[in-house]
T-cell receptor, first 115, second 117 residues
Framework: AQSVTQPDIHITVSEGASLELRCNYSYGATPYLFWYVQSPGQGLQLLLKYFSGDTLVQGIKGFEAEFKRSQSSFNLRKPSVHWSDAAEYFCAVRFSSGSARQLTFGSGTQLTVLP | ETGVTQTPRHLVMGMTNKKSLKCEQHLGHNAMYWYKQSAKKPLELMFVYNFKEQTENNSVPSRFSPECPNSSHLFLHLHTLQPEDSALYLC????????????????FGPGTRLTVT
């Protein structure tokens, strides 16, 4: 079955520390991959996307993500976290079969940033 | 205005009321979506519209009735809701055709926080 997993429900880091949020998917082919961020009371904002080419993609706000086919992963990283990065982060996957426009979302990782 | 807008941002309604949520996108997209986001639960896709036609209804109760009069506007009509329907309702849009760089990413509005009393 096609699925998306974010193993970490909640992560706490200190401001200035590096960050890695994990995302794994279960699918036989390479899907389209996305990371979104949601601040409290707001909608989801697209951080970055991957669909082909270079497996390291750059996004907004200094975020990057690396697609690793062998691990079926698409982890989000940031070298130095800012207090404004505190939010919930969602990995999303678009599988090539099934409804063409549907995204499947992970359950989210809540990021807390300590001063 | 740009992007995806939703009104109202907050709504409190009784179980016997009828209300509507409105979504408008200014991105020229042809696909629009309604999602429900409840606390401690994954995002739930409710409805999908492509070129004004409903293409997906994920077993949503009939007390939720969507309407898409054109590619830029999407409504969610609500009637006789239950307290468990209290949630953040998110609207999103996406390009329909896979142009270069358009690979199905969705753009979200800020949501309507609905409380059913």
């Amino acid at each position: 079955a096609q699925s998306v997993t974010q193993p970490d429900i909640h992560i706490t880091v200190s401001e200035g520390a590096s960050l890695e949020l994990r995302c794994n998917y279960s699918y036989g082919a390479t899907p389209y991959l996305f990371w979104y961020v949601q601040s409290p009371g707001q909608g989801l904002q697209l951080l970055l996307k991957y669909f082909s080419g270079d497996t390291l993609v750059q996004g907004i706000k200094g975020f990057e993500a690396e697609f690793k086919r062998s691990q079926s992963s698409f982890n989000l990283r940031k070298p130095s976290v800012h207090w404004s990065d505190a939010a919930e982060y969602f990995c999303a996957v678009r599988f090539s079969s099934g409804s063409a426009r549907q995204l499947t979302f992970g359950s989210g990782t809540q990021l807390t940033v300590l001063p | 205005e740009t992007g995806v807008t939703q009104t109202p941002r907050h709504l409190v309604m009784g179980m016997t009321n009828k209300k509507s949520l409105k979504c408008e996108q200014h991105l020229g997209h042809n696909a629009m979506y309604w999602y429900k986001q409840s606390a401690k639960k994954p995002l739930e896709l409710m409805f999908v519209y492509n070129f004004k036609e409903q293409t997906e209804n994920n077993s949503v109760p009939s007390r939720f009735s969507p309407e898409c009069p054109n590619s830029s506007h999407l409504f969610l009509h609500l009637h006789t809701l239950q307290p468990e329907d209290s949630a953040l309702y998110l609207c999103a849009s996406s390009p329909q055709t896979e142009l270069a760089g358009a690979v199905g990413e969705q753009y979200f509005g800020p949501g309507t926080r609905l409380t059913v009393t």
